[in-house]
């Protein structure tokens, strides 16, 4: 079956501008997670989705970044007013049983802010 | 606070050969979950091998097996006959609950 899906596959924008990241998760999968993979670096989580129930937002950098996820499936990541420390690659990954098993990933976005 | 440690940036091993990756991390928590992903040039997180702290039979995979201290929190990953396609990067992770979290990564370059 098809994998998580992940548009657009790269992204450059200039300061300032505000983006939209999206993710398709694997059909039937519950959960899905937003990740930061900036240069050099591991994985910085930043938004949890599970089900219906209200979003784990703990990791979210600032309140120029929003997530949300509409009828249990695709999600949107969207960053206002973009920044440069912003660029980075942008993974989504969803999981078909909370927490506790595998997370399958997209190819992820690179964001590139001039 | 939850951390994952990988203490080895960058790791080269000759074709056909052994190489152990190494990692460690800190939770209060005592039922968890700890990962090995790997991400190929080409972006693709892949998940390598999965183990259940509540088990103490270290998990093995075709060529990847785990020697899984949970006493010592440490989780490293061997990669048997090593192969050009296991060049990489190599992350390890735990999930104590919803979060994963994630180590820096080791990168791998297996030699002709």
């Known amino acids: 079956g098809a994998g998580v899906s992940q548009s657009p596959s790269n992204k450059v924008t200039e300061k300032g501008k505000d983006v939209e990241l999206r993710c398709d998760p694997i059909?039937?999968?519950?959960?899905l997670y937003w990740y930061r993979q900036s240069l050099g670096q591991g994985l910085e989580f930043l938004i949890y989705?599970?089900?219906?129930?209200?979003?784990?937002k703990s990791g979210l950098p600032s309140d120029r970044f929003s997530a949300e996820r509409t009828g249990g499936s695709v999600s949107t990541l969207t960053i206002q007013r973009t920044q440069q420390e912003d660029s980075a690659v942008y993974l989504c990954?969803?999981?078909?049983?909370?927490?506790?098993?595998?997370?399958?990933f997209g190819p992820g976005t690179r964001l590139t802010v001039t | 606070a939850q951390t994952v440690t990988q203490s080895q940036p960058e790791m080269s091993v000759q074709e056909a050969e052994t190489v152990t990756l190494s990692c460690t991390y800190d939770t209060s928590e005592s039922n968890y979950y700890l990962f090995w992903y790997k991400q190929p040039p080409s972006r693709q997180m892949i998940l390598v091998i999965r183990?259940?702290?509540?088990?103490?039979q270290n998990a093995t995979e075709n060529r990847f097996s785990v020697n899984f201290q949970k006493a010592a929190k440490s989780f490293s990953l061997k990669i048997s006959d090593s192969q050009l396609g296991d060049t990489a990067m190599y992350f390890c992770?735990?999930?104590?609950?919803?979060?994963?979290?994630f180590g820096t990564g080791t990168s791998l370059t297996v030699i002709p």
């Open positions: 183990q259940e702290a509540y088990k103490q």
């Open positions: 992770a735990f999930n104590p609950g919803n979060q994963f979290y």
């Open positions: 990954a969803s999981s078909s049983v909370r927490g506790s098993y595998e997370q399958y």
């Open positions: 059909s039937g999968h519950t959960a």
């Open positions: 989705f599970q089900g219906n129930s209200a979003p784990d």
